[in-house]
């Protein structure tokens, strides 16, 4: 005996065709933050966006922080003692830096932070 939707066009209650084996959880998920340790926050745990930096090594090369990034040598575009202000935080320790060439991708361990009170009392 054909189904009453069968001919009709009408769609039958969705049944699944096989059955859905209940497997019991063996396993728990907790989500909670833990503390940055010392490898990977460091010497920039206090670097916000629009914090100074100062570069204290050249990096050998510079990618661009667009949203089609280039790569390309530092030819003494970018040198050692350039300030800069941070734009935003990338993983593993890689800053975008804006600085007066162009904003660039650096690596944490080029720059460090610049601390504008040291020298304001210095010049006193």
Same mark, same amino acid.
């Given at each position: 005996?054909?189904?009453?939707?069968? #001919?009709?066009?009408?769609? +039958?209650?969705?049944?699944?065709?096989?059955?859905? *084996?209940?497997? =019991?959880? &063996?396993?728990?998920? $907790?989500?909670?933050?833990?503390?940055?340790?010392?490898?990977?926050?460091?010497?920039?745990?206090?670097? $916000?966006? #629009?914090? =100074?930096?100062?570069?204290? %090594?050249?990096?050998?090369?510079?990618?661009?922080?667009?949203?089609?990034?280039?790569?390309?040598?530092?030819? #003494?575009?970018? *040198?050692?003692?350039?300030?800069?202000?941070?734009? &935003?935080?990338?993983? *593993?320790?890689?800053? +975008?830096?804006?600085?007066?060439?162009?904003?660039?991708?650096?690596?944490?361990?080029?720059?460090?932070?610049?601390?504008?009170?040291?020298?304001? %009392?210095?010049?006193?």
């Amino acid at each position: 005996m054909p189904s009453p939707a069968a #001919g009709t066009g009408l769609i +039958a209650a969705s049944v699944p065709r096989f059955p859905l *084996k209940q497997t =019991p959880s &063996s396993f728990m998920v $907790r989500c909670q933050s833990s503390p940055p340790t010392p490898a990977a926050g460091g010497a920039h745990d206090g670097l $916000r966006i #629009g914090s =100074p930096v100062v570069l204290v %090594e050249a990096p050998p090369t510079l990618k661009t922080a667009v949203s089609m990034p280039s790569l390309k040598v530092n030819n #003494g575009q970018v *040198k050692a003692g350039d300030v800069g202000r941070i734009v &935003s935080r990338k993983p *593993k320790d890689v800053w +975008a830096v804006r600085l007066a060439i162009g904003t660039y991708l650096i690596d944490g361990k080029h720059f460090r932070a610049l601390d504008l009170d040291s020298k304001a %009392e210095a010049s006193c």
